[in-house]
């Protein structure tokens, strides 16, 4: 985009426009600009996490760190989540891959200052 402010190349701008268009049609919902992700390396939510011998504690929401814990055990509220049933049916077997759209704070702000960009350079 800037290569084409600064040298009047309409055909740079209008490509960069058509992406910027085609992802806001294309792969906004109302969180934001995402991708769905099929991520099969969820079984390793049962993983245990390393603990040192005799520590305990307790996770800001009371799950209760130990030597037993896992990545979920300690992060319960993930089973509060309205696509838990669909990763769930996973874990256990009974379920494909689950695919979800992801809404990263990075990608979220990369789309924002590519849009404003455009629109500081073009508008």
Do not use: C
């Amino acid at each position: 985009m800037y290569y084409a402010a600064r040298s009047g190349d309409t055909k740079a701008r209008d490509i960069a426009k058509g992406l910027l268009d085609g992802m806001w049609k294309n792969n906004r919902d109302a969180k934001g600009v995402s991708v769905a992700e099929t991520k099969a390396d969820y079984k390793r939510l049962a993983d245990k996490v390393y603990v040192p011998a005799g520590w305990t504690g307790t996770m800001p929401n009371g799950d209760v760190i130990n030597s037993d814990s896992t990545f979920l055990s300690i992060r319960s509220f993930y089973k509060n989540d309205p696509d838990w049933p669909e990763l769930d049916a996973y874990l256990k077997g009974t379920g494909p891959v689950p695919s979800f759209n992801y809404h990263r704070f990075w990608a979220q702000v990369d789309v924002a200052v590519a849009l404003a960009e455009y629109g500081r350079l073009f508008g």
